[in-house]
């Protein structure tokens, strides 16, 4: 390498010392600052320097000399490397692709994994339902073998009820038009009569078993009612059968019930204690009574215009207790009124029907007239028997209370939700104030026509026929029977009585003594009344 090629030109150099205005790139240099500092000879330091350089270079073309076979080496080195790369590029490149044919097989296989899965999952799905298809429309040999050979017990419920839901079964498929049922069928056929006809021998024998003597009945109907599915059953799949079951039981019931009934009423009746007569009127002369009946009847009379001691009215806080046991009162020689009978009549009636009631609503459900078929022959026994009696009675007070309970018995049956037997309390109902309107009518009329010369003689004192009318009133307003028709009657009555109070008074001569027999008759109207508590809203001026 030459010098001009390393160092400038000794002109340009000087120029460059000289013009230190212009800027030079060693200006801040700090070596070079140092040597012109120090005063050194730039050319002489230059020539240094470029000796040095050439030595550097020399040296370094020995040591690459000397290393010329190692970087012969490396070079090789090199050259292998590139080829393994190149080998291992080439590699990769044929796994690439390969990972690319295999990710096409992997979806290819996971879309025949899924359409595998459904056509497995469906026909799983088809499996089942045809399982349970055969399994709900085959008859297998036990549910045969119990239906068509066992006995009837709780047993053969069990395989009844399989039945019934073969049976169902096979009728919603054969409205779907499935054809396979039509294999089944006249098997289940034959299984439904079987089973029907033992089923009806089965309940007519126990319904037959109610007429033997000692049997309780109402243990019967809590045993039947562990079977009550065989008469749905029936309902459902023989209804000839459970008509002709249904008829027997009614037919069966009905005469136990009837003659349950007429036993009962006969043996109260033999304990009615009569009360009254139809001479037993307000204005009846007192002297006409005491020729012909004793003390002891003429205290029974005194009761048919008074409550009496105790008060007959103690029956109504004994509505849903009172009972009588006719054979123990006829042995003890008890007697009793007949609203007292009439009440213990009607409580057995009601707690029979109720009972009976709640068994045919668990047995035979949708049978509202089975009920009232059963008791329509005791029902008529006793309106019967009433209208016998009221036709010969003359107490208006018994009368009375016996319209309070009737109308209790029919709320008790209103809050049971029994409404069959509306119309026998209503005709109840009709010949208790029928016979009530024409009693009160009796008491009017003789008080309307009473003559003051036959009652006797009259002075100041109250006089025994205010008396009667006194407790007569006063047991009817006790008895707190809100009804327009008996405060109308009752009107009535007063009206008369204040009139013939005016004509018993004019059998007084002074008219003193007749104001003072008025006001004695009065107070003593008013005497009996305030004993008599609580009124009833609408009562007597």
Not at 69 to 80: A, M, R, W
Not at 297 to 307: G, H, I, T, W
Not at 505 to 515: F, G, H, N
């Amino acid at each position: 390498m030459s010098r001009h090629n390393l160092l400038p030109n000794e002109a340009t150099l000087e120029e460059d010392l000289i013009d230190f205005d212009e800027e030079d790139p060693f200006e801040n240099d700090e070596r070079v600052r140092s040597i012109v500092m120090r005063g050194v000879d730039l050319k002489e330091y230059s020539t240094q320097i470029e000796a040095q350089l050439k030595q550097v270079e020399q040296e370094s073309i020995n040591d690459y000399t000397r290393e010329s076979s190692n970087l012969v080496f490396l070079h090789q080195q090199i050259e292998s490397c590139d080829s393994i790369l190149e080998t291992m590029q080439n590699l990769l490149t044929g796994f690439q692709s390969d990972l690319g044919n295999i990710s096409e097989e992997i979806k290819y296989l996971q879309d025949q994994s899924t359409s595998l899965s459904i056509k497995i999952r469906n026909r799983q799905m088809v499996g089942n339902k045809l399982s349970t298809f055969i399994d709900r429309i085959i008859l297998p040999p036990p549910l045969i073998r119990h239906i068509c050979e066992n006995e009837v017990n709780e047993s053969f419920l069990e395989y009844l009820l399989a039945l019934t839901k073969k049976m169902e079964f096979s009728s919603e498929q054969r409205s779907k038009q499935v054809l396979s049922v039509l294999d089944v069928e006249p098997d289940l056929e034959r299984l439904r009569v079987k089973a029907s006809s033992k089923i009806r021998e089965f309940l007519l024998q126990k319904i037959y078993g109610f007429a033997r003597p000692n049997i309780d009945i109402h243990h019967i109907q809590q045993g039947l009612l562990k079977f009550k599915y065989f008469y749905s059953f029936l309902s459902q799949y023989s209804i000839d059968v459970a008509v002709e079951v249904r008829s027997s039981y009614q037919e069966i019931q009905s005469k136990l019930s009837f003659g349950s009934f007429r036993n009962f009423l006969l043996g109260l009746l033999k304990l009615l204690l009569e009360i009254g007569s139809k001479i037993d009127l307000l204005a009846a002369p007192e002297s006409s009574l005491k020729g012909f009946f004793t003390d002891r009847y003429s205290r029974q009379r005194v009761n048919v215009f008074s409550l009496g001691e105790p008060s007959r009215a103690s029956i109504f806080s004994e509505l849903d207790t009172f009972t009588i046991n006719p054979l123990e009162a006829l042995q003890k020689n008890q007697r009793y009124s007949f609203e007292c009978l009439f009440l213990a009549y009607h409580r057995y009636l009601l707690d029979t029907i109720s009972s009976e009631h709640v068994f045919q609503n668990d047995f035979f459900p949708s049978s509202a007239e089975l009920l009232p078929a059963i008791f329509f022959k005791s029902n008529a026994l006793f309106l019967e028997s009433l209208q016998s009696f009221l036709s010969n009675c003359y107490d208006a007070i018994g009368i009375v209370i016996m319209i309070r309970i009737n109308d209790n018995n029919q709320k008790l049956m209103t809050r049971r939700s029994i409404s069959h037997f509306l119309r026998y309390f209503e005709s109840i109902s009709t010949q208790l104030w029928s016979r009530l309107n024409l009693i009160l009518n009796c008491h009017i009329e003789s008080v309307r026509s009473a003559n003051p010369k036959v009652l006797g003689s009259v002075d100041i004192r109250p006089h025994y026929v205010t008396r009667r009318y006194a407790e007569f009133i006063a047991s009817l307003l006790a008895l707190h029977v809100e009804d327009a028709r008996l405060h109308t009657m009752m009107s009535t009555l007063l009206q008369h009585f204040e009139l013939l109070l005016r004509r018993l008074s004019i059998e007084l001569q002074d008219v003193k003594d007749r104001i003072i027999f008025l006001i004695n008759n009065y107070d003593q109207i008013i005497s009996v009344l305030n004993v008599i508590k609580n009124f009833p809203s609408t009562t007597i001026n």
